[in-house]
């Protein structure tokens, strides 16, 4: 079986083409300064709040990517994994779930039972709840990634005031997992919830939707996360909002098709559009890390490449934003 054919990943390899010449020879060298120079500059880091243990900045989602467990899928996602850590990266989330997650669990777990990189890597993973959690979910996780402990385990798409992490914090007290978190999932629940549950069960990772055409995480959640010392990890980085406000997956990567980004963009070494877009986001000190996701080893590279050199401060970050609403 193939991979299926994502939209997100087909615009962005469009995008690089119709960026024309001088766009490719751009994308070229910013590629080439992440992948095969000898001693790149190292990713950026920002604190877990509650420990102070570094994480680097841009990491991997595996939503909408690892759909199956064949040996095609597992062969380019080892080589995506090997240049996340080659190249300074540790974060990798993905979730129990089926559902837009595919095999990706047991994909993981293969590549660590078949490679070195797992000592590496930082693993994210969720549980669902309905009514309530138990150690089972957990021990299906564990079991499908082939580890004994996991990084971090999350609530998934936390959205009722009565949704509970105490099961969480006893998985962490008997060291099954190192941190805790919850997630808003694109489309549901509202910033009302999430925040509540975040200041009752104060977890060390909140996941929410950002990007530069989906801003609602600014107003209110990512500042009360900081409030609180929050680790916060950003999912749809390239994403947008539909036309009623809604998130959506439409593609960032579509609206600056056969367009190079911007020459002051240089000012915060942002080589391609998709360093753009990511900068963006890393450029709010409220953000911990970025988690893209990809199944392909070039644009887990490229993304990379957010992570190195200088960040956009908040004038930058204000001309950027409005670069790409006159864009729309």
């Known amino acids: ?3 299926p054919r994502k939209p997100r990943e087909i615009t962005r390899r469009r995008g690089f083409a119709l960026a024309g010449g001088f766009g490719m020879a751009r994308l070229a060298a910013g590629l080439g300064e992440a992948v095969a120079a000898t001693n790149p500059p190292p990713i950026m880091t920002r604190p877990i709040p509650t420990t102070n243990e570094p994480l680097p900045v841009v990491g991997l989602g595996t939503a909408q990517q690892w759909f199956d467990d064949q040996p095609a899928t597992l062969a380019a996602c080892t080589e995506v994994i090997r240049t996340l850590a080659d190249g300074g990266g540790r974060l990798i989330d993905t979730a129990s779930n089926g559902g837009g997650y595919g095999a990706a669990e047991g994909v993981l777990g293969e590549v660590f039972a078949q490679t070195d990189l797992r000592p590496r890597i930082f693993i994210a993973t969720k549980v669902e709840q309905d009514f309530f959690l138990n150690e089972g979910a957990l021990k299906a996780a564990l079991a499908r990634l082939r580890v004994s402990k996991i990084d971090l385990i999350q609530l ?9 992490v105490g099961p969480l914090r006893e ?8 941190y805790i978190g919850i997630t808003k999932d694109s489309g549901y629940g509202d910033w009302g919830t999430v925040e509540s549950i975040m200041r009752r069960w104060r977890p060390d990772f909140l996941q929410v939707d950002y990007s530069m055409r989906n801003r609602a995480a600014e107003n209110r959640i990512l500042p009360a996360a900081a409030e609180l ?3 916060t990890l950003i999912n749809e980085p390239f994403g947008g909002v539909s036309g009623h406000g809604a998130p959506s997956r439409s593609n960032l990567f579509r609206s600056v098709a056969g367009k190079q980004p911007p020459d002051w963009a240089s000012e915060f070494d942002a080589a391609t559009w998709g360093q753009f877009f990511l900068k963006y986001l890393i450029g709010n000190p409220a953000v911990t890390a970025v988690i893209p996701g990809t199944n392909k080893a070039s ?13 956009p401060d908040a004038t930058q970050r204000q001309r950027m934003a409005r670069f790409i609403e006159e864009l729309a």
Do not use: E, F, T, Y
Request: glycine fraction near 14%; proline fraction near 0%.
């Open 229 to 231: 010392g929050v680790a």
């Open 1 to 3: 079986m193939h991979l």
């Open 156 to 164: 998934h798409s936390v959205n009722l005031l009565w949704q509970n």
């Open 299 to 311: 644009h887990m590279a490229d993304n990379l490449g957010a992570g190195r050199g200088r960040l």
């Open 171 to 178: 998985w962490k007290a008997q060291g099954l997992v190192r």
